[in-house]
Every structure is written in structure tokens, then in C-alpha cells.
């Protein structure tokens, strides 16, 4: 149907209608503009949750924990969805709601252009009909005047007492009046004629043609509307498979919890490695008192153990022994107050107990190797840009790349010497673990606790700087024929080693002939313990534990200050 014929006369309801389609379109633009910062805010929210419980960690803080890992898996998804309601949302802002704001600019002004043309038609046909209405009220006021003339030339024509001049006067009159009644009816006839004309183009093409166009545009302004429809359910169902995939990662997530390898992790993070405390040896204290000769039959320790029981022990023993007795339960007890505040943090870790130091020690090896692989790449780029530079001057001055080459060259012996340094100690604490467990062993064979001291990751000492003592110590000393053979002979030398306070690289071998000279082959790595005095040698260590001193010009010594890794180069 159109609306051309069918509503020819509702020029003003279609105007009124086209206005309410606009403002429909226009609301309906509105709710799409609404609802899409619904989904920005809502991903906005979701993103400030996702950063509040997922705060930034260093590497240490990593989580490890089954639980934790599938939680941060879970704000992961939960952030990946945040994105996708932001893509619901730019989706709608483009497609939808910026659509729907350029077509209604559009509709207005077609709107505006075809009402504009209706009310100039309907303004030409008002034209028209006003002037035949004016020609038509000529020609009936000319007709009563004409009238009135014929009826004043009968009377007076009639009156014998006329004379003659008014008879012929009413005569003109009338001729004048009856002229003029003619001319208003062909005036008349053709403003009708014309009218008529007008009218039938009025109603049979202008308007059927401008509300043919209006019928277009609100045809046209109800598919718009419907496909902005599909638009906007189309904005969501595209990121409905992103979505089930983030709900599916949530859900694979919550199945790797594993509560058997959290509970695995807790154990490797806490084991300390130190061994249950056993039994307390019996302290007879009145051994020093006469005896008669019936106080065996007393005592029901065997003979040998009484013996051993009796026999006189150094004071120092003594005090090691009840010291290490009051001190070891603070493993089950309180702690002594210095055993978290005032243990600094060593470079070798030896204030944690040994599972844990070795555990920090092998990250510590793990992250020197791979910077000692950095700084060997870096070389070898150094060293071909160089040889490329010799075989091709123009390119660069090869001589420029020597500082560098000598600086990453000093650099990796560092790394060298630092990881040959945590090695030792990781193999230190391995093999104390290794000694430990076997004496614990021969320790549950005799039931009873051996007399030595262990060593400094799990012992419990009184002295706290022997707590603490640098982890570079003399090689242990062979057992005496007369100690026990489950003490721990290699913590009870009597002469403590001197600290390493360097090492050194050495640059050419050294034979050391002489007496008090230390033998050393090129490159070799030494710990220096003693510092050049000014007569040109430095004394030093091997790894194996043999002393003496090497020339100093014939090394390259690196000093560690403090034990903090702070290095005074004299390369």
C-alpha cells in the first residue's frame, strides 16, 4: 500500500509519525549507548579485581602452590574475559550505536528536504484556489451590480416621467455592468480551469510522489533498525567461543589443584634437614668423689659405659656438651632471640638450615650460569665484530672493541670464580647431609647421640660466632686414635683456618720449590687468605686445602669486602 494514495490528506500525521520513527531510532540509540558503558564499566571493574588480588611479585614470591597457580590461572581467564565484554562493547559503540547517531542525522535531513517540498505544494495549490476564490467573488459582485443596472434601466425605461438623458444613462450603465459580469465570468472560469489543473497535480503527483519518498525513508529507517538489532545480538555471540574457551581454562584449573603436591611443596619449602634430637647422654657429675669398692654394685651401667662414664672429660668438652643440650630445644621450644633477629644474611646462606641453603644455593649457581652464558655470548659477538673490523678497517677500528673484550673477559672469570665459589659450598652442605645421615644412623645403632658438635647449618651451638663462622674451613683432620668415631672431628679443630678474603686467577705457573711456597698451574683458580705485605707475595689456598704463597705479580687477585659480594678489582 501507499501512502501516496491511501493518505493523500494525512500530510500532517505523517509528519507527526516520521518524527516519532526519528525519535525512536534516537532512544533506541540511546539504550545502546547505556548498555554498552554497562559492559565497558563492567570490564573495567573486572580488570581493577583482577589487578587487586593479583598484585606484582618478584621472583622469589612466586607462587608454587597447586591452589595459587590455578587461582592466578583463574584471574588470568577472568581478565581475558574482561577483554572480550570491552570488544562487546567497542562492537556496539561501531557498529551499533556511532550507525545508528549517522543514520538519524540522515533522516532528518531527508525528512526535512520532503516535508519542505509537501508544504511548497500545498502552499501553490492554496495560491491557486485563493486567486480563483477572489475571481469568483469578482464575478458575483459584478453580476449583482449588473443586476442592479438592468433593474434601474426597466424602472426608468417604464417611468413615462423619465426623461430621455437618464433612460440613455441607465442604458450606458447597464452595458458597462453586463460587460464587465461577462469579463469577471471569463476571469472566473479560467482561475477555476487553472485551479482544478493544479489540483489534480497536486493530489495525483506531488503528493503521492513526496509521501512515496517518506514511505521509503521510514521503510528504510525500520531495516536499519532491525539490522542494527542483529548487530547488537551479533556483538555478543562472536566472542561467546572466546568466552567458553576463558570458562573452560577456569575449569581446567580447578582440576589441576593437586592437594597432594601442595602438601609435597609445603614439605620442600620448610624442611630445615636437621636431624630429631636424640637421646640425652647420662652426665655423672659425682665422678670426681672417693668410692668405695661396694658403689659398683650400685649403679646398673654396664662396665664399659661406666668406664667411659668415668673417665675425666676436658672442660671445654663439658661445656660444649651442656650447651648443646640446652640449646637443641629450641628446635621444639622457643627460639633464642638471636636466632631470627639478629642472624644476618650470609653470602653463603649458612644461616639457613641446610635443606633450604641448598636449595638457595642452587639458584644461586643456576642464575650465575646463565649470566656467565650472557656475558659468553656478548664475548664471542665482541670477538668476531673484531675480526670482522681487521679483515674490513672501513667498517670500524678494531682497537676500540679491546676495553670491552678485556671488560667482559674480567667479567666471566668473576662469574667463573663466583660459581666455582657456590659449588663448593653446595657440595659442602650435600656432603655434610650425606655424613649426617650416616652418623644418624650409626647413632640409632648405638642409641645414643654423639659427643661432637655438628656443623654450623645444624648444629646447636652456644657460641654464636661459631654459628656463623665463613663456610671456608681446613679440610677435616684425620680421627684421633682415641676419639670417638661418630663425632665430628672436622668442627673441633683446635686452630681455626684463616677466612678467604679473595681469590685469584693465576697467569702463569709457579712451581714452588721453596719452603713455604704453594705450587700453582696457569689459570688455576686460588682462595686468598693473607693479602701482599709489601715484599711481592700474597699467601693463598687451594682448593684442597694446601697453604703457602704465590708471587702476587704472577696472579690476578679479586678482595671481597665484608663477605657481601662488593669486589675491589686489581686486575
Given at each position: 500500500m501507499s501512502w501516496g494514495t491511501e493518505l493523500w490528506d494525512q500530510f500532517e500525521n505523517l509528519d507527526k509519525h516520521t518524527q516519532w520513527g526519528i525519535d525512536f531510532l534516537e532512544r533506541y540509540a540511546k539504550f545502546v549507548k547505556e548498555r554498552l558503558e554497562i559492559e565497558q564499566n563492567y570490564a573495567k571493574q573486572l580488570r581493577n579485581l583482577v589487578k587487586k588480588y593479583c598484585?606484582?611479585?618478584?621472583?622469589?614470591?612466586?607462587?608454587?602452590?597447586?591452589?595459587?597457580?590455578?587461582?592466578?590461572?583463574?584471574?588470568?581467564?577472568?581478565n581475558d574475559y574482561a577483554g572480550q565484554r570491552e570488544v562487546v562493547a567497542e562492537e556496539m559503540s561501531h557498529r551499533v550505536y556511532n550507525e545508528l547517531m549517522r543514520y538519524s542525522q540522515e533522516l532528518k535531513a531527508e525528512r526535512k528536504h520532503h516535508l519542505q517540498e509537501g508544504r511548497k505544494a500545498q502552499q501553490f495549490l492554496d495560491q491557486c484556489w485563493k486567486q480563483m476564490d477572489n475571481s469568483k467573488k469578482k464575478f458575483e459582485r459584478e453580476c449583482r451590480e449588473a443586476e442592479k443596472a438592468q433593474m434601474t434601466y426597466d424602472r426608468l425605461d417604464n417611468d413615462i416621467n423619465a426623461t430621455k438623458s437618464e433612460v440613455e444613462?441607465?442604458?450606458?450603465?447597464?452595458?458597462?455592468?453586463?460587460?464587465?459580469a461577462d469579463e469577471s465570468k471569463n476571469?472566473?472560469?479560467?482561475?477555476?480551469?487553472?485551479?482544478?489543473?493544479?489540483?489534480?497535480?497536486?493530489?495525483?503527483?506531488?503528493?503521492?510522489?513526496?509521501?512515496?519518498?517518506?514511505?521509503?525513508?521510514?521503510?528504510?529507517?525500520?531495516?536499519?533498525l532491525g539490522?542494527?538489532?542483529?548487530s547488537f545480538a551479533e556483538a555478543e555471540r562472536r566472542v561467546i567461543p572466546i568466552i567458553s574457551k576463558c570458562l573452560d581454562g577456569m575449569v581446567s584449573a580447578a582440576?589441576?589443584?593437586?592437594?597432594?603436591?601442595?602438601?609435597?611443596?609445603?614439605?620442600?619449602?620448610?624442611?630445615?634437614?636437621?636431624?630429631?634430637?636424640?637421646?640425652?647422654?647420662?652426665?655423672?657429675?659425682?665422678?670426681n668423689l672417693s668410692r668405695t669398692g661396694s658403689d659398683g654394685t650400685i649403679s646398673n651401667t654396664p662396665k664399659g659405659e661406666r668406664e667411659r662414664d668415668l673417665a675425666p672429660v676436658p672442660r671445654s668438652e663439658a661445656?660444649?656438651?651442656?650447651?648443646?643440650?640446652?640449646?637443641?630445644?629450641?628446635?621444639?621450644?622457643?627460639?633464642?632471640?638471636?636466632?631470627?633477629?639478629?642472624?644476618?644474611?650470609?653470602?653463603?646462606?649458612?644461616?639457613?638450615?641446610?635443606e633450604q641453603r641448598r636449595k638457595r644455593l642452587q639458584q644461586k649457581i643456576d642464575e650465575l650460569n646463565r649470566e656467565l652464558q650472557k656475558e659468553t655470548d656478548q664475548r664471542d659477538a665482541l670477538n668476531k665484530m673484531k675480526d670482522v673490523y681487521e679483515k674490513n678497517p672501513q667498517m670500524g677500528d678494531p682497537n676500540s672493541l679491546q676495553p670491552k673484550i678485556s671488560e667482559t673477559n674480567c667479567n666471566i672469570q668473576k662469574l667463573r670464580s663466583e660459581i666455582h665459589k657456590n659449588e663448593t659450598w653446595l657440595s659442602?652442605?650435600?656432603?655434610?647431609?650425606?655424613?649426617?645421615?650416616?652418623?644418624?644412623?650409626?647413632?640409632?645403632?648405638?642409641?645414643?647421640?654423639?659427643?661432637?658438635?655438628?656443623?654450623?647449618?645444624?648444629?646447636?651451638?652456644?657460641?654464636?660466632?661459631?654459628?656463623?663462622?665463613?663456610?671456608?674451613?681446613?679440610?677435616?683432620?684425620p680421627a684421633q686414635p682415641n676419639h670417638d668415631p661418630h663425632e665430628f672431628d672436622d668442627e673441633f679443630d683446635d686452630d681455626d683456618p684463616l677466612p678467604v678474603i679473595g681469590h685469584c686467577k693465576a697467569l702463569y705457573s709457579f712451581d714452588g720449590q721453596n719452603e713455604g711456597t704453594l705450587t700453582m698451574a696457569e689459570d688455576e683458580i686460588l682462595y686468598i687468605i693473607e693479602e701482599d705485605k709489601g715484599d711481592g707475595w700474597t699467601r693463598a689456598r687451594k682448593q684442597s686445602g694446601e697453604e703457602g704463597y704465590v708471587p702476587t705479580s704472577y696472579v690476578e687477585i679479586t678482595i671481597e669486602k665484608n663477605s657481601k659480594g662488593t669486589r675491589l678489582s686489581l686486575c
Open positions: 598484585p606484582k611479585r618478584s621472583k622469589d614470591e612466586e607462587p608454587r602452590f597447586t591452589s595459587c597457580l590455578s587461582f592466578y590461572s583463574i584471574l588470568g581467564e577472568l444613462k441607465a442604458k450606458a450603465q447597464l452595458y458597462m455592468r453586463t460587460h464587465m476571469e472566473y472560469a479560467a482561475q477555476l480551469q487553472n485551479f482544478n489543473g493544479e489540483q489534480w497535480k497536486h493530489f495525483n503527483n506531488s503528493i503521492p510522489h513526496i509521501f512515496k519518498n517518506l514511505q521509503d525513508m521510514d521503510e528504510r529507517r525500520t531495516v536499519k539490522e542494527t538489532y542483529r582440576k589441576a589443584v593437586d592437594d597432594r603436591r601442595d602438601s609435597t611443596i609445603v614439605v620442600e619449602s620448610f624442611k630445615s634437614g636437621f636431624d630429631p634430637p636424640g637421646d640425652f647422654p647420662f652426665e655423672d657429675f659425682s665422678q661445656k660444649h656438651t651442656i650447651g648443646r643440650s640446652k640449646n637443641k630445644l629450641w628446635l621444639f621450644g622457643k627460639k633464642p632471640k638471636w636466632s631470627v633477629k639478629m642472624v644476618p644474611s650470609l653470602e653463603d646462606f649458612s644461616h639457613l638450615p641446610p659442602e652442605v650435600e656432603g655434610k647431609q650425606s655424613s649426617r645421615g650416616d652418623r644418624r644412623h650409626s647413632a640409632d645403632n648405638h642409641h645414643h647421640t654423639p659427643h661432637g658438635r655438628e656443623s654450623p647449618e645444624g648444629s646447636y651451638t652456644d657460641d654464636t660466632s661459631q654459628e656463623h663462622h665463613t663456610p671456608h674451613r681446613r679440610p677435616a683432620q
